[in-house]
């Protein structure tokens, strides 16, 4: 999954999903992003902020967010370049809760590489991510639009809600699904929703248009959170870009355990209580998970959900202009969650 931006591939291998022809579709836009991105993570004073900066940003991630920005001012017909600039500050608050993210799960591995705070230290990790939460308001800034920077300040404000209100909900087994959405709609789709609204906001689009285009990133952003969330159990390395089985070993209360909670008898409550709540993990704990979560239809479940959160944002596009990029928006939301059909 990180091959989008490898030399070898054939150009018929490289458009295959939807994002790829998204990718395809804004190239020249998303080419001026990347350049804007390497801009402004330069430092004439700190060489370590572009080496820990260019660790992640060119691992090969796929630039969704940004290009959802892109893809919605262009939809509205946009024609200036203030989506470029927006699109690299989606970005740049992506990389940088990505930094503060794997310093707080003490995690190893992202995309595929080791993380930058294996790689250098805790320290560099916050203070890099710290800096580009800040040029990210400098992009902000630089629109002139002050609509867009309370969208993006909110959504900012809203991502480190989420992920503090995981802090104190993930190894709590009275975490319930209400809390569940609540805490990956702050720290995932709070970005992908302030994307796709930026991108209309700075196109001029009417307030329907603006609100089906926010309501589209909310619902697939959830839906990703949530194929994420299974993919933890059952999906390979390469797809998810850190190791399998990893929320369970940080202990992090996830839509299929909490539905597996729900129904679990008092054997297997007792087992959640031991490995999540108190952390007591041992040999063949993941794969004794794995069981339970099989027995009670767990991840069955979760997709049934991220299905209807793709269908939720499909009907928000309703609400937008007939366009091909409309289609491909359309396509991606199914992606998302084919991944682990």
Same mark, same amino acid.
């Given at each position: 999954m990180n091959g989008m931006?490898?030399?070898?591939?054939?150009?018929?291998?490289?458009?295959?999903?939807? %994002?790829?022809?998204?990718?395809?579709? =804004? *190239?020249? +836009?998303? &080419?001026?992003?990347?350049?804007?991105?390497?801009?402004?993570?330069?430092?004439?004073?700190?060489?370590?902020?572009?080496?820990?900066?260019?660790?992640?940003?060119e691992a090969g991630g796929k630039r969704l967010r940004p290009l959802l920005t892109l893809a919605a001012a262009r939809l509205l017909g946009y024609a200036g370049d203030d989506h470029v600039k927006l699109a690299a500050t989606v970005e740049f608050i992506h990389t940088a809760t990505l930094l503060h993210d794997d310093v707080v799960d003490e995690s190893q591995r992202r995309r595929g590489r080791p993380t930058a705070n294996l790689l250098w230290d805790n320290k560099s990790s916050v203070l890099v991510g710290d800096y580009l939460f800040a040029r990210s308001f400098q992009l902000m800034v630089e629109t002139g639009s002050l609509r867009v920077l309370d969208i993006l300040a909110n959504a900012s404000a809203t991502?480190?809600?989420?992920?503090?209100? %995981?802090?104190?909900?993930?190894?709590? =087994? *009275?975490? +319930?699904? &209400?809390?569940?959405?609540q805490v990956i709609r702050g720290k995932t789709a709070a970005l992908f929703a302030a994307a796709t609204e930026a991108g209309g906001v700075i196109a001029g689009g009417g307030e329907g248009e603006i609100k089906a285009l926010r309501d589209y990133g909310d619902a697939l952003g959830i839906a990703f959170q949530i194929v994420d969330d299974m993919l933890d159990y059952g999906g390979s390395d390469a797809v998810i870009g850190k190791n399998t089985g990893d929320d369970f070993r940080e202990r992090k209360l996830t839509l299929p355990l909490i539905k597996a909670v729900a129904k679990a008898s008092p054997e297997e409550r007792a087992f959640w209580v031991r490995v999540i709540e108190k952390g007591q993990q041992g040999e063949g704990?993941?794969?004794?998970?794995?069981?339970?979560?099989?027995?009670?239809?767990?991840?069955?479940?979760?997709?049934?959900?991220?299905?209807?959160?793709?269908?939720?944002?499909?009907?928000?596009?309703?609400n937008l202009p007939v366009h091909s990029l409309r289609e491909i928006l359309s396509e991606l939301a199914d992606f998302v969650v084919s991944r682990v059909s």
């Amino acid at each position: 999954m990180n091959g989008m931006d490898g030399a070898g591939e054939s150009a018929v291998q490289k458009i295959t999903t939807p %994002q790829d022809r998204l990718t395809s579709v =804004l *190239a020249e +836009d998303m &080419a001026a992003v990347n350049r804007l991105i390497r801009q402004r993570m330069a430092s004439e004073h700190a060489p370590r902020i572009p080496e820990v900066t260019a660790h992640l940003v060119e691992a090969g991630g796929k630039r969704l967010r940004p290009l959802l920005t892109l893809a919605a001012a262009r939809l509205l017909g946009y024609a200036g370049d203030d989506h470029v600039k927006l699109a690299a500050t989606v970005e740049f608050i992506h990389t940088a809760t990505l930094l503060h993210d794997d310093v707080v799960d003490e995690s190893q591995r992202r995309r595929g590489r080791p993380t930058a705070n294996l790689l250098w230290d805790n320290k560099s990790s916050v203070l890099v991510g710290d800096y580009l939460f800040a040029r990210s308001f400098q992009l902000m800034v630089e629109t002139g639009s002050l609509r867009v920077l309370d969208i993006l300040a909110n959504a900012s404000a809203t991502i480190a809600e989420g992920e503090v209100l %995981q802090l104190t909900a993930a190894q709590d =087994l *009275a975490t +319930d699904e &209400a809390v569940y959405l609540q805490v990956i709609r702050g720290k995932t789709a709070a970005l992908f929703a302030a994307a796709t609204e930026a991108g209309g906001v700075i196109a001029g689009g009417g307030e329907g248009e603006i609100k089906a285009l926010r309501d589209y990133g909310d619902a697939l952003g959830i839906a990703f959170q949530i194929v994420d969330d299974m993919l933890d159990y059952g999906g390979s390395d390469a797809v998810i870009g850190k190791n399998t089985g990893d929320d369970f070993r940080e202990r992090k209360l996830t839509l299929p355990l909490i539905k597996a909670v729900a129904k679990a008898s008092p054997e297997e409550r007792a087992f959640w209580v031991r490995v999540i709540e108190k952390g007591q993990q041992g040999e063949g704990d993941l794969a004794q998970a794995m069981v339970i979560l099989q027995r009670h239809d767990a991840i069955s479940a979760c997709r049934r959900d991220a299905l209807a959160w793709v269908a939720r944002a499909k009907s928000a596009l309703d609400n937008l202009p007939v366009h091909s990029l409309r289609e491909i928006l359309s396509e991606l939301a199914d992606f998302v969650v084919s991944r682990v059909s």
